[in-house]
């Protein structure tokens, strides 16, 4: 009697182990977009965070007046100083005056990052792009006036899509 496999066995277990990982890598995939998708909201929900104890500083310190760093409403009038459309900036950490995060956020221009690309002093209002991909990425706008974020449809992901990571 043998004790070795027989090639018609091997075969059976070859297939049944291409067909398991046929199932488990597109999960994979799915599980890198997930984590992509938690990290982008980790941050506008500590970006939130930020504001909203920076609002409530300016309403204890009874500061009812524009101050600086403050639109006339209480909130950052600007999220960082970072310059537009570039590398390794720091992000979200506010001004030299007004500090937000205490660990900022750098820019880059590769996928599954943050970058800052467009600023209007005038109205308090910078966009920023998180890019999953070259085809998948959210535009968020920061409005100082309201300190509120919201989602610009700009030909990335879907607008449902952006405010499920910024609600």
Same mark, same amino acid.
């Given at each position: 009697?043998?004790?070795?496999? &027989? ?5 059976? =277990? ?8 046929? =199932? ?12 992509s998708?938690n990290?982008?909201?980790? =941050? =506008? ?23 600086? #760093? ?9 999220? /960082?100083?970072?310059?537009? !459309? ?7 950490? #506010?001004?030299? &005056? ?12 590769? !996928? ?9 002093? /005038?109205? !308090?209002v910078?966009k ?15 409005? #100082?006036?309201?300190? &509120?974020?919201d ?7 879907s607008?449902? /899509?952006?405010?499920?990571?910024? /609600?």
């Open positions: 009697m043998s004790r070795s496999f &027989t090639l018609i066995e091997l075969i059976f =277990v070859i297939v049944i182990i291409g067909l398991l990982a046929s =199932v488990a890598v597109p999960k994979f995939a799915q599980t890198k977009a997930s984590a998708a990290s982008a909201k980790s =941050v =506008v929900s500590s970006i939130r965070t930020a504001i909203e104890t920076k609002h409530g500083e300016w309403i204890i310190d009874d500061d009812l007046g524009s101050s600086d #760093g403050y639109t006339p409403q209480g909130y950052p009038q600007k999220l /960082d100083s970072a310059s537009l !459309n570039s590398a390794g900036e720091d992000l979200f950490k #506010g001004t030299s &005056t007004l500090p937000l995060l205490k660990t900022a956020i750098k820019s880059c221009l590769g !996928n599954d990052c943050w970058v800052k690309y467009a600023e209007d002093s /005038d109205t !308090n910078s920023y792009k998180y890019k999953f991909s070259d085809d998948d990425f959210i535009t968020i706008e920061y409005n #100082g006036s309201s300190g &509120t974020f989602c610009i449809d700009d030909g990335g992901m607008k449902s /899509d952006c405010e499920s990571i910024i /609600d």
